[in-house]
């Protein structure tokens, strides 16, 4: 009992006000977007965040962030993201899918794509921007008599000749490094200090060494993009192979599951602002970290399925417990995403 009123003690005022409103506050499908909700995470952004710096200063460094399924890179890059906003770095962000590695030209459509969006929706490229019609008419009408004083990238060319089917399957060193300095000098004519280039899923480019060869041949000569990639270690293998060249500017992150019941107590705590006064007995936090390693996606589909069984709208405090309803809820979600390890785990304390 003394160690559940030690943990509960570490709980804010704000973690203990009114009841709050019904809706479940754990949404574990949906990685964290908000620094507020990151937890156990300080280390790591801070070296992220040196990354940064450096890069503000046309000094890049390249961030590798490297971890199993659900260890928590998702909400690392997000918070990462905002960091590199709050700096003064225009945000790319480029999501990947089997659909978009499968030619360099694909992916480099979905990263221009993605990097001309983030000047638009930051006002940088207007909606009456000549450049910025000239790239939709382009990209998604097939222009191929767009004038070059209207053009923003040669890549758009391409993009045209793909809906004719006239367009190679690969993309030339050339147009490349236009196109990266091109995106970089109109960010920094907004006042902006350079681009942060975030990419998630990165392990799907394992096997596509063709087009990290092509990201590291642009970002050698570039003193304004950032490349962060998050992804399991297949992408790390291929990337240390890729990369090894320029060593000196790639940091390597590991991202692994939270280490200890004080960050596994905060992750099941931080998301109840204006809920009820919460206990969370310390062999509950002990089987938590047991059955997830740790890991905040578990730590978060876990306490989902503890509120839907604890949570009553007119009690002023609740106790969480993991009851059978609770495990077999978690059990069910854990075998449709095939996790066989962390069955085996819940499995053993249900």
Request: aromatic share 6%; with cysteine.
């Amino acid at each position: 009992m003394d160690n559940d009123r030690a943990i509960e003690a570490r709980t804010t005022d704000e973690e203990t006000l009114r009841v709050g409103e019904a809706s479940n506050p754990y949404d574990f499908r949906r990685a964290v977007t908000k620094s507020n909700r990151l937890v156990g995470r300080e280390r790591e952004l801070e070296r992220i965040e040196q990354c940064i710096d450096a890069t503000c200063q046309s000094n890049p460094v390249h961030v590798a962030l490297i971890g199993e399924r659900a260890a928590g890179k998702t909400s690392l890059l997000n918070v990462s993201a905002l960091a590199a906003l709050d700096k003064g770095l225009l945000v790319v962000k480029v999501e990947l899918d089997e659909s978009v590695v499968t030619t360099p030209v694909r992916f480099f459509r979905a990263l221009f794509e993605a990097a001309i969006g983030a000047l638009d929706d930051a006002d940088i490229l207007t909606s009456d921007d000549p450049r910025l019609l000239a790239w939709r008419r382009q990209v998604y009408q097939g222009d191929l008599e767009v004038r070059p004083d209207e053009q923003l990238l040669l890549f758009g060319n391409i993009a045209a000749g793909q809906l004719h089917g006239t367009a190679p399957d690969d993309i030339s060193p050339y147009v490349l490094k236009h196109d990266f300095a091109k995106l970089a000098e109109v960010a920094l004519a907004a006042g902006l200090k350079g681009v942060f280039l975030s990419v998630d899923e990165g392990q799907l480019l394992g096997a596509h060494a063709a087009i990290f060869q092509k990201i590291r041949n642009v970002l050698q000569e570039s003193d304004t993009w950032m490349l962060i990639a998050a992804g399991t270690q297949s992408m790390f293998s291929t990337m240390s192979d890729v990369f090894s060249p320029i060593p000196r500017q790639f940091e390597r992150i590991n991202v692994t599951g939270l280490q200890d019941l004080f960050n596994v107590n905060s992750c099941m705590r931080r998301p109840l602002t204006d809920k009820p006064r919460v206990l969370i007995p310390h062999q509950v936090l002990e089987d938590v970290m047991a059955m997830t390693h740790g890991r905040p996606y578990e730590i978060t589909l876990v306490s989902h399925f503890i509120w839907d069984a604890v949570y009553e709208p007119d009690k002023s405090s609740l106790r969480f417990m993991l009851t059978k309803r609770v495990l077999d809820n978690v059990l069910a979600e854990l075998r449709g995403l095939s996790w066989d390890v962390s069955v085996r785990e819940v499995d053993r304390i249900r």
